[in-house]
Structure formats: structure tokens, C-alpha cells
């Protein structure tokens, strides 16, 4: 070989090389699309090929094998949507006795005259169980008798940020495991071409506030348990595609590369297992194959997207909806969508339509399209945000509105052995506090984490010392009574 020949080969050999640990770097490096989701994926599908899940888990036999969370955030209103107050419409624009407020925390109406508001909107019963649902909800008053609705939630935070980061780790610190990484954690994935742990988001409403990716974060767990973000409009994952002029051939070629220097390296270097799942890029092309085809929509019938109300690709809480029961089908455990829109300090009575308008058809869809297809029996589905509103006007802008409420509010179950058509806990006569059966968001992880098998008490991770769990130091209650 001439001078000229070897130079040529050499500069081919270190663009290759190069090339591939760009590529390399990136996937274990970046934080977030193909890179997290691809590396997630594979390592979960490692360890969980032989044993899955923890040692021991789960403690009994599941009723649910997945989640559905309908993540209403904001903080809808419970006085415009499943809790009737009659007496709120007889003291419409009265003082709000002091005896409810005395030296309790309020957000923005700190400091400013309290009347009581009324609903904004009519209720009826509905379903042989007679739920209370508003106006604004036409498609979720067909699922009176499938839905548990509870009426006595209540949080510890009244600003967003941190009561999104409260209802999602069980705590207000920031850096602690979401639920959907605590579950899957404990039970391992069941999908080999997907993440454990999927979320998507939709806008449209009112203020729609920040969502932090803390709030589907692994905290101190193996980052590979972290909630992934979908698009769903454009490519659903970052990087998923090819970037343009690369073609399959040559990303074959590239895996090629990568294997052969990852072996030469672990001749030298300690650190198979990491090494080697980095290396293994042939769940990555899995995901190219896969996830592109999951978003595909053009094999679904016409009569489920109009159930759905839906336009393929459209980036709306109807498409996510959909979404989330063909991600349910192929095993993604813990699936989370946030619709942003519902913190309505004033206007409630516009943005609340704009909201349902939004949600609530394809809510009902979600529903009926699990039952149809029976899974609706081992899929548990939650609705509801990070706090509720208050029973005070806020009236700052001159169409009424409601402020931050922490202190009782309303989310329903549905799925998995939940008693429907069960009105579970109830709010004072002016939706103050809890009057009966009071539900704290620690019951709620407790509960649900009974669901997959798991006793809330005895799942436990060591950090930092300590004896950390979902549910936290104080104590938590798994509702027994709304499960069948």
C-alpha cells in the first residue's frame, strides 16, 4: 500500500471511529428523546429478560398490570365537574364564614375579600348509581357507573411546581423518584421494544403551566427507569429517525464499528454490563422500527378515531389518548398524560368548556375502547390534577374565576377492580376540607402500588442513609373499600 493509500485508510479508519463515539457519547449521555429512550429500553429488557423485576416482587397477586394516568394539570375544578354544593348556590356571593378559612393557607386571594362562589354550571345524576356530574362533562356522565369518583383528596402543597412534584414522587423535594420509575423499578418492564414508563403532553385552556421532567423523573434510581417523553406530533422520539443521507445500511455499519471497539476496550477496561447495553445497539433499531409504527394511526378504523375525536399526529390530548391504549396493548407499564390548561383564576366558565371540549370525549373513548377490548379489568385509570379550587370567587380580571385549593378536591378511578359507579368520600358543605373518609395523595400511591401486588410498607429503597418509599414516613391507607 503507497503512502498516499495509507493516509486515505487511516483518515477513513479515525472518521469511522470518530463517528461512532460521537454517536456513542450521545446515546449514553444525553438526557432526554432516541438516546433515553433507546438506552432505557435496552437495559430494561436486559435485566428483566431473566428476572423481572426486584427480588420478591411483587409481595401478592396484581390486579392491574398497568396505569393510566389522565393528568388534568392545573388543578381542575371539583365545583364545576363531580362535586355538587347546593349550599355554595344558596350562599352564592356571601362572605365565606371565617370559621372555614381562619388561618388557613390561600394562594393568590391572601389578603382579599372571601365570598362564596357557586357552581357555574348545572349538575345532574347520571348511571344507576346516580354520580353527580356537571354540564361541562357530557362524554364522562355516560361513565357514571364505570368511574369511582373521590371526593375527600387532599395534598400538602398549594403552589403548582411543587404540588405537580408532591402528587408525583410523594414528596415536594425535587430529586426524588416518580411513581411511574417506583413501579416500574419494582416490576420490570413487560414491553421489549418500548420504555417502561411513556409520557405525553397537550395543551389548550387557560395559563397552562410548566411541566418539569423532574415530575417523571428516576430521581436516585438507575436513570433508565425515567418516565420518556413522546411527541405526538412530528417524530415521536428525538433522533428516531435518520438524520438526512444516512440509511440503514450505514447505521448497521456503524453498530459494526461500535461492537468491534467496545470489545477492544473491554479487554482492557472492568465494566461489561454498562459497556456492553451501551454497545448493544440492536434495541435501538428495535425502537426505529417500532415506535415509528405505534404512531401510525392509519391502521385504525374510522369509527375509533371519530370515537376519539381524533386527527392522527395532531399533538392533542384525543391523539394522546389513543396513543396510550396502543401503548397499553403492547405492555408499556406506567403511561402518563398531561393536559395543560387548567388553572382558572378567572373565566372558569370559558376555559372550563375549552378544557372538556378537549378531554372529556376522548376520556370516555379511552374508557370504552379498554372495556371493549378487556382490558379495562387489569388497567387502572386515574383522572385528576395536583389540587382542586377553592370554593371563593377570584375575580381579579372581572370574569370569575377560583383560586388554588389544597385542602380538599376530586379525582376519580376507574379499571383493575375499582367499584364503579362508587361516590367515595365527601367534602364539607362549602368543599372546604374532607367531611367523610378523607384521601390523602399518599393513599392514592399507597393503593395503587397494592394494585400491582405491592405492599407500599415493605418497598423500600436505601438512600442516603435512609429507608425511602413512595409513600413516606407518615402513614399512608390503601382503600380497600372502592375495590371490589
Known sequence: ????QHCESRERTMSLFNSALARRQFLSTTGVGFGAAALSSLIARDSQAHAPGRSGLPHFPATIKRVIYLYMSGGPSQFESFDYKPEMERLDGQPMPESFTKGQPIAQLQGKELKVQGPMTKFKQYGESGQWVSDFFPWQQKL???????????????????????INTGTAISGRPSMGAWINYGLGSECEDLPGFVVMTSVGGRNPQPIAARQWDAGFLPSRFS???FNSAGDPVHYISNPPGV???QQRRLVDAVNALDRRRNETVTNPELETRIANYE????????VPELMDMSGEPQHILDMYGCKPGDGSFASNCLLARKLAERGVRFIQLYHRGWDH???????????????????????????????????????GGEFGRTPMSQTSKGAPGRDHHMRCFTSWMAGGGIKGGLSYGQSDILGYFPAENPV????MHATMLHMFGI??????????????????????????????
Not at 368548556?353 to 376520556?363: G, H, K, M, N, S
Not at 409513600?471 to 390503601?478: F, S
Request: charged share 25%; with cysteine.
Open 1 to 4: 500500500m503507497s503512502n498516499h
Open 144 to 166: 357514571a357507573d364505570d368511574i369511582c369518583v373521590i371526593r375527600s383528596m387532599h395534598t400538602d402543597q398549594i403552589n403548582h411546581d411543587p404540588a405537580n412534584t408532591f
Open 227 to 229: 418516565g420518556v417523553e
Open 247 to 249: 440509511t440503514n445500511a
Open 283 to 290: 434495541t435501538a433499531f428495535r425502537m426505529q422500527a417500532s
Open 345 to 383: 383564576h378567572d373565566g372558569i366558565e370559558k376555559y372550563m368548556d375549552i378544557c372538556c371540549r378537549l378531554t372529556d370525549q376522548p376520556t370516555y373513548a379511552l374508557i370504552h375502547d379498554l372495556k371493549q377490548r378487556g382490558m379495562l379489568d387489569d388497567t387502572l385509570v386515574i383522572w
Open 440 to 443: 390523602h395523595v399518599r393513599d
Open 455 to 484: 405492599d407500599h410498607e415493605r418497598f423500600t429503597i436505601k438512600h442516603q442513609g435512609l429507608d425511602l418509599k413512595l409513600t413516606g414516613v407518615e402513614k399512608a391507607h390503601v382503600l380497600k373499600d372502592i375495590m371490589a
